[in-house]
């Protein structure tokens, strides 16, 4: 009986530290396991996913844009999608020889009001996800700046902003799972490289940005941007993933593709 109660006891305190609690009163962790591979599971972007480009209050572009995909603009309406010269007249979508896809406005006709309100509540959900995941494997990395470094799948979490100067390397295989919690802004300086190794997929790194992400010109960035402010591409910045900004998106002869 004694042996018992040791056991117990010791089960409830590694439970405790683990972030559950028998009685409901202690920290839960929320951060699932990827069932596929290593790291945390991955978010769900819901309908969000099918943009490539999706944003709250605008988009715009100067220069020579390509975007590869779908982009997606709720509550502010298709005026607000400058430097695409879209086609008219609009019905649930416009067109640009700058997108390979469609242009999608929440004053464009049924169903596309709708269809982006579920998106943007999807991006929004996501963001959350991403942002109330507990138990990191690393936090305050490099003091928030990631120069040089490979990292593997994993949950990391800075109180701060992350700065790429020039270089960062993902490593792991085709279903590792990424997750960057980050309090202030992300900053790519000009010509940095996020390089994906070991079969490494964009659309398994996720980057939650609580401030703006700024991505340097010419830089070639990977992974999918969930952004409470501003996404900003300075000229030539490219990015295989998707920008979802609760604001705005801004482009200058950006190339972005679908991941």
């Not at 590694?14 to 683990?18: D, E, F, I, R, V």
């Not at 790519?188 to 940095?192: D, E, F, P």
């Given at each position: 009986m004694k042996r018992f109660t040791i056991l117990l006891a010791s089960l409830a305190v590694?439970?405790?530290?683990?972030g559950s609690n028998p009685t409901g009163t202690g920290p839960v962790l929320n951060n699932p396991p990827n069932p596929n591979g290593l790291?945390?599971?991955a978010l769900n972007l819901g309908t969000a996913g099918d943009y490539v480009i999706l944003a709250k209050s605008g988009v715009s572009t100067t220069g020579v844009t390509v975007v590869v995909g779908d982009i997606g603009l709720s509550p502010a309406a298709a005026s607000y999608v400058t430097g695409f010269a879209l086609s008219s007249p609009a019905t649930t979508f416009t067109t640009s020889d700058q997108v390979t896809r469609k242009v999608w406005a929440s004053n464009y006709a049924v169903p596309t009001p709708a269809n982006l309100t579920t998106?943007?509540?999807?991006?929004?959900?996501?963001?959350?996800?991403?942002a109330g995941r507990t138990s990191p494997t690393a936090t305050e990395l490099g003091a928030g700046n990631i120069q040089g470094m490979t990292l593997v799948a994993g949950l990391y979490k800075w109180g701060t902003g992350v700065s790429i100067p020039s270089a960062v390397t993902l490593s792991g295989g085709a279903n590792d799972v990424w997750i960057f919690q980050i309090a202030q802004n992300l900053t790519?300086?000009?010509?940095?490289i996020v390089?994906?190794?070991g079969g490494a997929q964009a659309k398994?790194?996720?980057w939650q940005v609580a401030g703006q992400a700024t991505l340097g010109t010419t830089s070639n960035f990977k992974g999918i941007i969930l952004s409470k402010t501003l996404i900003a591409f300075n000229t030539g910045a490219s990015?295989?993933?998707?920008a979802l900004a609760q604001t705005a998106v801004t482009l200058d002869a950006t190339a972005i593709?679908?991941?």
């Open positions: 590694l439970s405790t530290a683990c790291g945390p599971a998106a943007v509540l999807n991006m929004q959900a996501a963001y959350t996800d991403a790519v300086g000009n010509a940095a390089t994906l190794s398994n790194v996720f990015i295989t993933g998707r593709t679908n991941p």
